[in-house]
């Protein structure tokens, strides 16, 4: 049973960096069939893409957050992680850690974190 | 690139709901669907435009041309009160839609 599991600060102040890392269990993470990737959904709003990343090295970044974040695999340990710089208060959100499917093109994901909820406040 | 979606659908129990996801062209693009209940994480319902994973129910279908995506739920059960969210792939970016909520009335 695959299960990926966040962990990181619950509140970060104002222009700081969040780091977050998920762990994988139950799968590799060098496995060929998965990216790995982050999403997030700010409290009663919809979905939004931060990140996905292939254990070799491939990353994509949504465009609007790119300059922020910093997406990299620990495959030792089994784990990826997120570091956004530069918190607002508008990057207050549920934060996921995702695997995808990168055999299909839409590039379902089809196992989601339980979330970690980050708030931006000093 | 946006993906919309109608902000409410309401249906009967039993009935059919429709769920639309419009967006230029996202008949091209292979397209899946999420549903996220209150507080829980969002799953995978449909994949590569009309898949189901394996413990979703056959009564979650979907197709997708054109300019619209769409989710079925045939003979909708309470326990399918939810948000759903589409999703594709852009070129080198994920696009969600903007999500719907479905309630059972």
């Known amino acids: 049973q695959v299960q990926l599991q966040e962990s990181g600060p619950g509140l970060v102040k104002p222009s700081e960096t969040l780091s977050l890392t998920c762990t994988v269990s139950g799968d590799s993470i060098t496995s060929r069939t998965y990216y790995w990737g982050w999403i997030r959904q700010p409290p009663g709003e919809g979905l939004e893409w931060i990140a996905s990343?292939?254990?070799?090295?491939?990353?994509y970044y949504n465009p609007s957050l790119k300059s922020r974040v910093t997406m990299s695999v620990d495959t030792s340990n089994n784990q990826f992680s997120l570091k956004l710089t530069s918190m607002t208060a508008a990057d207050t959100a549920v934060y996921y850690c995702t695997r995808v499917l990168r055999d299909y093109g839409d590039f379902p994901i089809d196992y989601w974190g339980q979330g970690t909820l980050v708030t931006v406040s000093s | 690139y946006e993906l919309t979606q109608p902000p409410s659908v309401s249906v009967s129990p039993g009935q059919t709901a429709t769920i639309t996801c419009s967006g230029d062209?996202?008949?091209?693009?292979?397209t899946s669907w999420y549903q996220q209940k209150p507080g829980q994480s969002p799953v995978l319902v449909i994949y590569?435009?009309?898949k189901r994973p394996s413990g979703i129910p056959e009564r979650f279908s979907a197709s997708n041309s054109g300019n619209t995506a769409t989710l079925t739920i045939s003979g909708t059960q309470a326990m399918d009160e939810a948000d759903y969210f589409c999703q594709t792939w852009d070129s080198t970016t994920y696009v969600f839609g903007t999500g719907t909520r479905v309630s059972v009335l």
């Open positions: 990343m292939y254990y070799s090295g491939n990353t």
């Open positions: 590569q435009d009309a």
């Open positions: 062209k996202v008949g091209r693009n292979y």
